[in-house]
């Protein structure tokens, strides 16, 4: 029998951002606790990163993790760090330091290599099969998880508060979305959640989410469509 060898590879993770204008840990322990109040289940043992670029002092790292997982989260690391000194202090509790999407793409891009003196025949791709949507048939009841891995999900009714539909790619609802929606559930950034009617416990999108109490007024209980817009949710009615 032939072992393989150990691999490292690079991958995508779902990971939430907790961005904090200072360091008072009970107004964060407070913060936390609300949310998992609202979606125990989607936070218990989630991997929580810490956005520090509002801080003008360096925090205590070592109580902020402490609080950070008393309230069942995991402290991965900090993002957002503009000195060396807060990034030293959060690596010496264990954390680590992490770059957004938006901090790697500020930096220069390397010069394109130059056009080749003929051009070059290259044959077209075939294209990459497809994979059907999940479709489930009738309610998602109270307690119900459906997943659809690497695929989009289709649900022929209604979530109820207590569900939880997940996908890969976008998820669309043809009824009455009461429970919890998490679409791009790997990272996928074009996910979309569609839905007849926003009642939603919760939100998500590529790792972004939102709460019921953050939804817009004018919204609730009308048909509409949830996408990434510059690393927020944007909920349009559909018209």
């Known amino acids: 029998m032939v072992e393989r060898d150990n691999e490292l590879k690079g991958t995508t993770f779902t990971i939430s951002v907790l961005h904090i204008s200072d360091g008072e840990p009970e107004r964060i322990r407070q913060l936390l606790a609300e949310k998992v109040a609202q979606a125990p289940y989607f936070f218990n043992c989630a991997p929580l990163v ?8 360096i925090p205590d790292f070592e109580q902020l993790k402490e609080l950070v997982e008393s309230e069942e989260f995991v402290l991965v690391g900090i993002t957002g760090a503009r000195s060396e000194e807060m990034k030293t202090a ?6 680590a330091v992490m770059a957004s999407g938006k901090s790697r793409k500020s930096e220069p891009e390397p010069e394109p290599a130059p056009a080749p003196a003929a051009p070059e025949v290259v044959p077209e791709p075939e294209p990459a099969p497809l994979t059907p949507s999940k ?6 009841r109270s307690g119900q998880q459906i997943y659809a891995a690497g695929t989009s999900l289709v649900v022929l009714g209604s979530v109820s508060p207590g569900a939880e539909v997940l996908a890969d790619d976008s998820i669309h ?4 979305l009461r429970g919890r929606a998490i679409a791009g559930a790997r990272g996928n950034t074009r996910a979309r959640i569609y839905c007849q009617q926003l009642q939603a416990e919760l939100l998500s999108i590529a790792g972004t989410f939102q709460l019921s109490d953050a939804l817009p007024a004018g919204l609730i209980q ?6 990434l817009d510059n690393e927020q949710l944007r909920i349009d009615r559909i018209k």
Request: proline share 7%; aromatic share 4%.
């Open 50 to 57: 810490i956005n520090v670029s509002r801080l003008e002092h």
């Open 173 to 176: 609802i043809y009824g009455t």
């Open 222 to 227: 009308q048909p509409v469509h949830i996408r």
């Open 90 to 95: 959060a690596k010496a509790v264990g954390l």
């Open 135 to 140: 479709v489930h048939v009738g309610p998602v």
